[in-house]
């Protein structure tokens, strides 16, 4: 009969967590990690609301802007039928 084969001891699985045994997160830390979560949502909903209405701005203002360039910086200054009328 063979003798029987030794095999290499397994390791113990760390703890997860902040190096404690259990595991657990300490309330302080959720409220935190709540907080944060919390700040990101915001943030993500005032960029998202900040970009869609600067699309909007850049949408309607950029003729209203050329028409404003235009009569600025003309030297015989149109009034602003001529610079509407297509003529």
């Not at 993500?44 to 009569?71: C, D, M, R």
């Amino acid at each position: 009969m063979a003798p029987p084969t030794r095999s290499s001891p397994k390791p113990k699985p760390k703890p997860r967590g902040l190096g404690r045994k259990g595991g657990t997160v300490p309330p302080a830390s959720r409220a935190e990690a709540a907080a944060a979560r919390r700040s990101a949502r915001e943030w993500e909903l005032w960029s998202t609301w900040a970009l869609n209405t600067a699309k909007v701005v850049a949408h309607y203002g950029f003729v209203p802007l050329v028409i404003a360039v235009g009569v600025v910086k003309s030297d015989p200054r149109p009034s602003l039928f001529q610079l509407l009328t297509p003529v």
